[in-house]
């Protein structure tokens, strides 16, 4: 049976598959995106200004993979979910309500990486027994750096 693909050349049923998973990887982003920014609005204490900083950093950079994410889904042929209540739903990371205190807040992020982190990782594999170049990419890329980011954020708070 000749595999059905998709406008970029892709088989059409693991581009499905691999929309499926990057949605669920973009309901959690929007997640971890909220909650970075409620971090940067309501850190106090010592530590405020290093860590405003740091946690505008950290929402700005999810706002740019919520965006690649979703582009990619829309380039394997797929719509990117785009309602809260659906973030909700498909989202494993939970809101994090009224923290202020530094430390809590990057135990919430960590926790966050605990759930990105392996959906990343599983996309790359999905990524790459369907031949996706630049799903595969992208979740490299992200791997990377959240890892360096999980060292870096555990070094701080320990």
């Known amino acids: 049976m000749k595999k059905q693909l998709n406008k970029i050349g892709l088989d059409r ?9 990057l ?7 929007q997640i971890f ?3 970075t920014r409620g971090f940067h609005w309501n850190i106090k204490g010592t530590n405020f200004f290093e860590l405003h900083l740091k946690f505008e950093e950290l929402y700005n950079d999810s706002l740019i993979k919520i965006d690649e994410i979703a582009e990619r889904i829309l380039t394997l042929g797929y719509t990117p979910l785009h ?7 498909e989202a494993s990371i939970k809101e994090a309500k009224d ?3 530094g430390e809590q807040a990057i135990k919430v992020i960590l ?12 996309l790359l594999d999905l990524a ?9 990419a992208l979740m490299s890329d992200y791997i990377r750096e959240q890892e360096k980011s999980v060292w870096m954020y555990s070094a701080y708070i320990n």
């Open 128 to 136: 790459s027994d369907s031949n996706d170049e630049g799903t595969n």
């Open 111 to 122: 926790k966050g990486y605990e759930t990105l982190l392996p959906l990343e990782r599983e």
């Open 33 to 35: 995106y909220m909650n």
């Open 13 to 21: 049923i693991e581009s499905k598959s691999l929309s499926e998973k």
């Open 83 to 89: 309602t809260y209540s659906d973030y909700l739903k």
């Open 99 to 101: 923290i202020s205190n």
């Open 23 to 29: 949605n669920t990887l973009l309901a959690n982003y």
